[in-house]
């Protein structure tokens, strides 16, 4: 597994999420972007304020190749 990236392609998933929840809620979700050398990266989001007591139950991951602009599929 490498180290995630914090360049342009995190940058367009992040707006992509902001699209699909909508402004008012934008702020209350994180996305983290895993890139890995064998295997399909990952694309998690969890909410950005989360008790320390629920952080490993409360998120949801999917291949990044899963994640798809909102207006294109429209």
């Known amino acids: ?8 392609d995190d940058r367009a998933i992040r707006r992509r999420l902001e699209a699909a ?3 008012n809620h934008s702020d209350a979700l994180e996305c983290v972007v895993v890139h890995y050398r064998n295997q399909a990266d990952r694309c998690t989001i969890t909410p ?3 008790p320390e007591d629920e ?6 991951s999917a291949d990044l190749s899963a994640v798809v602009d909102l207006d294109a599929m429209r």
Do not use: A, I, Q, V
Request: aromatic residues 4%.
């Open 1 to 8: 597994m490498s180290k995630s990236s914090h360049g342009s």
């Open 21 to 23: 929840t909508g402004n």
């Open 48 to 50: 950005r304020e989360c």
């Open 55 to 60: 952080r490993t139950t409360t998120w949801l």
